[in-house]
């Protein structure tokens, strides 16, 4: 390292020092090399640090601070109320319900998403003419916004709407429901429109790990005598674990947090009885709109400290294996 | 969708020469999925709202363009697409110059407390930009930054870092040694290297996180929401939520806007969708 380094700044005059240089001219060069190396690192990283700092890390401590208070906003908070907001949170059925519905969209996202983006990104991977064009079509879903996505939706969903005219046309009317109205429906409802959302993300990372294995392993298995289906289970699974797992954290992150598409796709109304609340739009809610801004930031640092646990938990038992050699691989 | 697999497995007999039209069978089937309501939204807004009342999954007689001009002339779509395209364009641009300043170091410098830096920003993957709303709109208050671009882009900015530096950081490990030693002899510092050679060689990876964090603004809805009352800043998304609730019997009106605010974000995936698969490639590498 050092050597290389003295060699690599003429701009401070110390450039590869001759041999015949006083020992001492030498300890001064390197000590101003590594000088100027420090303020390079300083000068490069700080306004990133800065900005993630002061956006993504303080609000999180000022979300906890807050949340002791009992505060609509105006002024600096003075009621002090201790955990009280935490405890009135647990102690509302609505936000239980909130919770419930997240559980939900973790667990229904994972097991839907994941198998269907299996399929897709195997069928996707296979050389064949116009593959391009159906990876593209594939993908669109996840490209839109998901407020257009909710509005789409939700017109087509809506009472004797769209879907409902197509059911009764195949003869299936009399399985209409009040898809986006009835309380009990409402939420598998949403989670179908947010796996159609989002499985396409799902697909992309999983072509791009597909990508990633070696066609010789696929020949040299099908030199064995391995079938098509045998190369999949055995080869190019296991080798797409990483890409799987990765996708089911982010999967899971996401889940926890749904904001938009619930927002926009649920009417005000069936969102505040609880049937198609989530954390998160409990949270705009209540500490937003009803301006309960104590109240709010609790939900916060619940939403928070959940996303983190399960985020700390799915790391140390599946992701361990992965986070050197996958996610971030490691720099020389 | 399930069925896909039990349908995969007449392949067991001809592993090389997999019956084509099944896979396009499948291929079209999921293209159907993934477009028809999108296809819907479009012809739907060729329709009048009488004619999709009177029958809503029908094609449209006549074909009426009255509301992609109505949409375009009268309403603040284009005011709208205006404060969407300097919000993700800031954005972009801070997440790419930030992103990349900091992965160069991480990549290409050693000291001590490195890895830990890096820790530091891979962190913020777990954090969940949405319990931070609130908090961060208090604080966009007090900064006096409420209805400014600002409010939307700086903390776009820091929520996009850390993927970014991530996915940046083994590109710019990879590119060999050798380069910077040859650079360092023709008289280049570490700087020049960063700017005339590992720049223009890490264009594609530069160009994934540049596209994610584009989209990701460009569809942005909860920060918006908070931070821009004002109408006049109002970003695309939050147009369609506002015509959609403003003016909620003129169905055909929404299916305009709608399709109209789609366009932009389906244009530019279908132009970059090689690089972002491209680029992840590399994050996901096992």
Do not use: C
């Amino acid at each position: 390292m050092s050597s290389v380094n003295q060699t690599l700044n003429p701009a401070g005059g110390v450039s590869a020092p001759p041999a015949g240089l006083r020992p001492a001219d030498r300890k001064a060069g390197r000590a101003r090399e590594t000088r100027r190396k420090w303020y390079e690192i300083i000068g490069l990283t700080t306004p990133a640090i800065v900005v993630y700092v002061m956006f993504v890390l303080v609000p999180i401590g000022f979300a906890f601070y807050y949340s002791l208070f009992r505060w609509r906003g105006v002024g600096p908070p003075t009621d002090y109320i201790g955990f009280d907001n935490y405890v009135m949170a647990f102690q509302d059925p609505i936000f239980l319900d909130a919770l419930r519905n997240n559980a939900i969209i973790v667990f229904g996202s994972l097991l839907i998403q994941g198998p269907i983006a299996l399929g897709v990104a195997l069928l996707l991977n296979r050389h064949f003419r116009g593959r391009t064009v159906f990876r593209l079509l594939a993908f669109v879903p996840y490209v839109l916004a998901e407020v257009t996505v909710g509005i789409m939706w939700k017109l087509i969903l809506t009472e004797n709407g769209t879907f409902d005219a197509l059911l009764r046309s195949i003869g299936l009317g009399g399985l209409i429901q009040a898809w986006l109205a009835d309380l009990d429906i409402v939420i598998w409802t949403l989670l179908f429109v947010l796996t159609w959302k989002y499985v396409g993300f799902a697909i992309i990372l999983l072509l791009a790990g597909l990508s990633n294995v070696p066609q010789e392993l696929n020949e040299a298995a099908q030199i064995d005598g391995a079938s098509w289906w045998q190369i999949q289970r055995h080869v190019t699974l296991p080798l797409l674990g990483p890409t799987i797992r990765i996708w089911m954290f982010l999967s899971m992150i996401g889940s926890l947090q749904v904001f938009d598409v619930i927002w926009v796709t649920s009417v005000p109304a069936v969102r505040s009885l609880g049937a198609s609340a989530t954390m998160a739009t409990y949270m705009v809610d209540n500490g937003f709109f009803a301006r309960l801004w104590g109240y709010g930031n609790a939900i916060a640092v619940i939403l928070f400290v959940i996303s983190f646990v399960a985020a700390i938990l799915f790391q140390r038992f599946l992701l361990r294996r992965d986070i050197e050699g996958a996610i971030t691989r490691k720099a020389k | 969708m399930t069925t896909a697999n039990t349908v995969l497995s007449p392949a067991k007999r001809r592993p090389v020469s997999w019956g084509n039209p099944l896979t396009y069978a499948l291929a079209l089937a999921v293209a159907a999925v993934s477009i028809t309501p999108v296809i819907y939204v479009v012809i739907g807004g060729f329709r009048t709202t009488p004619q999709i009342v009177a029958n809503p999954a029908a094609l449209p007689d006549p074909w009426v363009f009255d509301n992609y001009i109505r949409v375009l002339t009268e309403s603040n779509f284009w005011r709208q697409a205006f404060n969407s395209a300097v919000v993700s364009l800031g954005t972009t641009l801070g997440v790419v110059a930030l992103g990349v300043s900091a992965a160069f170091v991480l990549a290409r410098y050693t000291f001590r407390g490195r890895e830990v830096l890096y820790t530091f920003f891979t962190l913020g993957l777990l954090f969940p930009a949405g319990a931070a709303i609130l908090p961060l709109y208090l604080m966009l208050r007090d900064l006096s930054l409420i209805n400014s671009y600002y409010a939307v882009i700086l903390p776009q900015v820091a929520f996009s870092l850390p993927l970014t530096i991530v996915i940046l950081r083994p590109f710019l490990s990879a590119i060999p040694r050798e380069l910077e030693d040859a650079a360092a002899i023709d008289g280049t510092g570490r700087l020049g290297f960063l700017w005339r050679i590992m720049l223009p060689l890490a264009r594609p990876a530069l160009v994934t996180v540049g596209i994610l964090a584009f989209v990701t603004s460009w569809n942005a809805f909860l920060l918006p929401l908070l931070v821009l009352g004002d109408a006049s800043l109002h970003t695309l998304p939050l147009g369609v939520q506002q015509f959609s609730s403003q003016y909620s019997s003129d169905t055909a009106g929404i299916l305009a806007f709608t399709s109209l605010a789609m366009l932009p974000a389906l244009l530019f995936f279908t132009f970059a969708e090689k690089q972002i698969v491209g680029g992840l490639q590399g994050a996901v590498k096992g």
